[in-house]
């Protein structure tokens, strides 16, 4: 949602509930885990109102367990952290289910897989980031691809059942590459919201490779 103009905000919730995508992404940013500011509460209630799929909270923020009780509260399915930002990563995933929610753990690009080795059955999904996380509309970093097939080898060998979320500079162009190596969720937003038909966007985005 952070690619969504946010003057026509109801509209945008709508196309999403309209089209083919599965979830709402939302990109929390606090200006100090990343150099830049986005959205809070006010607007993920407003989305949370209106939404007809579940919500999933990309937290970029410092202290993030401070939080988990609040986006839960508003609404939000899918919750994910990142590890950079988690002194005990381990003990705040399992808080986010023990809120009921679906805990993630985001990775930024200069984070190796292995960090989650011991990690990897507490946690429902993992976010690659494939950008430096702050901002919309980056260019993907190619050695995400990497760090998919890395992922995937992880979760088969410890016989995890963890899905693998992809985050930054995706579309059309690269989608069939990031399902072949292994995502299972893909995040889009200016694939979606610059496209001249974001509907055809999202079921293209979807093809079942
Ligand atoms: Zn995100």
């Not at 959205?39 to 401070?66: N, Q």
């Not at 679906?102 to 930024?108: E, I, Q, R, S, Y």
């Not at 399902?179 to 610059?194: E, K, P, Q």
Request: aromatic share 8%.
């Amino acid at each position: 949602m952070l690619s969504a103009d946010f003057g026509r905000l109801n509209e945008e919730v709508e196309m999403v509930n309209a089209g083919a995508a599965d979830m709402f992404h939302l990109d929390i940013m606090d200006g100090r885990f990343v150099p830049n500011i986005s959205y809070g509460f006010p607007v993920v209630k407003a989305i949370a109102a209106r939404a007809r799929k579940p919500l999933d909270a990309h937290l970029m923020i410092v202290e993030p367990e401070k939080y988990i009780e609040t986006f839960r509260s508003v609404g939000v399915a899918y919750l994910s952290v990142h590890c950079e930002a988690c002194v005990h990563l381990h003990r705040t995933l399992q808080q986010i289910r023990s809120a009921g929610m679906k805990a993630g753990v985001a990775l930024n690009p200069h984070t190796p897989v292995w960090c989650l080795a011991d990690t990897v059955h507490a946690a429902d999904f993992v976010l690659i980031m494939s950008v430096n996380p702050g901002f919309g509309g980056q260019a993907f970093i190619e050695r995400s691809l990497h760090k998919i097939t890395e992922l995937k080898n992880l979760i088969t060998r410890e016989n995890a059942a963890t899905l693998i979320e992809v985050d930054g500079g995706i579309g059309l162009y690269n989608a069939a590459q990031l399902y072949a190596a292994g995502a299972d969720i893909l995040v889009a937003g200016n694939a979606i919201f610059s496209a001249a038909n974001p509907l055809q966007a999202m079921e293209e985005l979807k093809i079942d490779y």
